[in-house]
């Protein structure tokens, strides 16, 4: 029997594991400077002006939410195919979440349903949106942003899954996920699934100055003892509490470890390109599994591989007894209970709701090997064989 395959994971090698320990033999395990440097160089790789490291992604989304605000209104706009944080994150700051159904093709927010939602109210009541680059498929920012700026709102980009996403604008232009062009602000996770794992872990993206110095005191309970903003100065130990900030640091030894993996970061995405490629050449001949949409436009980032298929349940099941661990991604968020005790209900998002009943993610990760993939493949196959 083949060692078991998850859907996704981690991969750490002996250079990753030599920065961590270099880390630790140094001064500084947190607020030192490996920190600023993962955030300059994770700038650089996404094309924004300016990075935050943080804990982990909701923390990211938590004092993305709080720096943009909730100053037009509470609501705010996301999708319910997403990981609950993309929406909780509203509610920790005292607002309120309207789902939006997806676009059955790409399975990210349509981008019609929230003008429409926002046109009936003139946009009254409406702060934001978060839209979610879902399994790596590059929300088209542009023309959201088209729809923002008719009411005044921010746009908040999840793009947990995208890092090395792009699609192109109107002006031909590859426009890359977190590069901060069109949203205001967007967020990424470094938990051992994503792209770049640092073990917990989360980044804000901005082009926004005064977005990027907000976030920054949040991050330190609201503390400076930058000068230029003190209200007076006791001395060489005084410091400020300005707002009523958080500690969602994220440790230098983490950093050391993220720095590591951005390094490897572009040949990574490619490796996860290619075994994409080969799940569509290999499964496009079966009848009962729908493959991810792609265009020449976007560049799929491929943090999951979802298909759409029929008896999915008992595909997942039988793909178990081989040692395969699929996932689904993901239960829409407004059919949990909490959610549900809002007013949500089964049935508000049908569009949703039918693809939460087919999606399946295959394993994809860097380290997949071909021979593992060819396995997966053939498992697959071997289950349809006696279904037609
Ligand atoms: C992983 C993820 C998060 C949360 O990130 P954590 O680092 O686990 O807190 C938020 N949104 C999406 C879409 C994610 O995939």
Avoid at 323 to 348: A, E
Wanted: proline share 4%.
């Amino acid at each position: 029997m083949m060692k078991p395959i998850p859907y996704g994971r981690q991969e750490i090698t002996e250079e990753d594991i030599h920065s961590v320990v270099e880390v630790l033999r140094s001064d500084f395990l947190t607020q030192g400077p490996t920190i600023e440097k993962f955030e300059q160089e994770f700038a650089a790789y996404i094309g924004s002006r300016f990075a935050v490291a943080v804990a982990n992604g909701t923390a990211a989304l938590h004092l993305s939410v709080l720096s943009l605000g909730l100053n037009r209104g509470k609501k705010v706009i996301t999708s319910p195919i997403t990981f609950a944080a993309s929406a909780n994150c509203v509610l920790y700051a005292g607002g309120e979440v309207v789902f939006a159904d997806i676009d059955p093709k790409t399975y990210t927010i349509d981008l019609n349903i929230v003008d429409d939602i926002l046109k009936k109210s003139n946009g009254k009541d409406y702060s934001g949106i978060i839209p979610i680059d879902l399994a790596g498929y590059p929300v088209h920012t542009e023309e959201l942003r088209t729809i923002a700026d008719k009411y005044g709102l921010w746009i908040l980009e999840d793009a947990c899954h995208a890092p090395g996403g792009a699609f192109l604008d109107s002006q031909n232009v590859w426009q890359q996920c977190g590069n901060g062009v069109y949203a205001d602000a967007a967020i990424f996770s470094f938990h051992p699934v994503k792209h770049i794992a640092t073990g917990e872990g989360g980044m804000i993206t901005t082009n926004n100055e005064e977005i990027y110095r907000k976030i920054k005191l949040l991050r330190t309970h609201g503390i400076t003892r930058d000068t230029s903003m003190l209200d007076k100065n006791d001395g060489g130990w005084y410091y400020e509490m300005l707002q009523l900030g958080y500690n969602y640091r994220l440790t230098d030894i983490q950093a050391a470890l993220g720095l590591s993996q951005l390094k490897r970061a572009s040949k990574n995405l490619q490796r996860r390109i290619e075994l994409a490629h080969t799940y569509f050449r290999a499964l496009s001949n079966i009848d009962h599994i729908q493959l991810p949409y792609t265009h020449n436009n976007i560049r799929h980032a491929y943090h999951l591989f979802i298909i759409q298929t029929d008896y999915r349940k008992q595909l997942y099941d039988f793909l178990r007894t081989k040692n395969i661990f699929c996932q689904v991604h993901y239960i829409p968020v407004h059919t949990f209970p909490y959610y549900r005790q809002l007013g949500w209900k089964m049935g508000d998002f049908p569009k949703a709701e039918a693809y939460y009943e087919k999606c399946l993610s295959l394993p994809l990760f860097q380290t997949l090997t071909n021979e593992q993939q060819e396995y997966v493949i053939a498992s697959i196959n071997e289950f349809y064989a006696k279904k037609s």
